[in-house]
Each structure stands twice: as C-alpha cells, then as structure tokens.
C-alpha cells in the first residue's frame, strides 16, 4: 500500500484539527495552488475549514468530517493537497 | 466630494491595519468574491495583508503601503472592495 506523504501536517486541537503551512516563492504561485485546491474541493465536496493566505504562503486546517475523529479521507484529503505542490 | 463608504473596516494594531470580516450565504457566494478580489489585485497590483476565509466568511486585513499610516489608497482600495460585494 502507499505511503501518503503527510508527516508535515501537524494534529492540533479539540476537536483534532489537520494544519499545515505552505510557503511560495511568489504571488502568482501561491494563486496557482489557491486554484487547484479549489478546483480540488470542488472535485471531492471536501473544504478545508480555514484557508488562511497571504501573498507568499498559504495555512490551511481541515477538520473532522464526523466532527470527532480524524480518520483516512482527511488524511487522503490531505495528500491529495499536497500532489497540487508537486504538480504546480 | 463622495463619501467612501467603509465604516465597518476596522482600523486595529500597530503599524495599524484594516479588519473587515465578510459573510455569505453560500459556498458559491464566497467563492465569487474571492475571484473578484482576485482580478481587483490583478488590476491595482494591491493586495490584502491577509485573507482568512472558510466556506461562508472573509476576513480581510488590509496594511499601509507604506508600513505606517492607513491613507487615501487604502481607504479607496476598502471601498472597491465593499463595492465587489454590491457586484456578486
């Protein structure tokens, strides 16, 4: 089975939330990623709880679908966020 | 001489910023406003300090220019800003 790449994604809170900071070289990068995850969210139904962006770097939470735990989609979800870098 | 209307932003901090927290009905909403603000920065080469927004809100800090004091390209850029409100 794959190994999704998500160590950098840090569990916070209660209820546990996923964060993770994404940092760009610039302003036309950081809007490229902006679209893809929307593009993405669009996709999956899935939205991360707060995107919070300035013009270089990008902080994202998701949170628990069930509200309680955080389990594999958020965790794919997750993944999948982190192929838009690669691919941008 | 028109009044710009932007009573609701919030000046705060120190060097000082402009707080304005946005809120939407829908998802759709939100994402409509985001692509404006977008193209507005495009346009005018300003952008906001920070955009923090979830599925049905915006919160916008807008800095001074110049690092110090909020003037008239602030104030007017908060005003265009309300103004893509009015638009969507």
């Known amino acids: 089975m ?14 546990p939330t996923l964060f993770k900071r994404f940092a760009f070289d610039s302003y036309s990068q950081t809007r490229a990623f902006l679209d893809a995850l929307a593009a993405l969210a669009e996709e999956t139904g899935q939205h991360p709880q707060n995107i919070n962006f300035g013009t270089t770097y990008v902080n994202l939470t998701l949170d628990a679908l069930d509200g309680k735990t955080l389990g594999d989609t958020e965790r794919a979800f997750a993944a999948r966020i982190d192929a838009l870098v690669q691919g941008s």
Chains 1, 2 share one sequence.
Do not use: F, I, T, V
Request: aromatic fraction near 8%.
């Open 2 to 15: 794959a190994e999704l790449k998500q160590s950098d994604w840090r569990e916070q809170g209660k209820p």
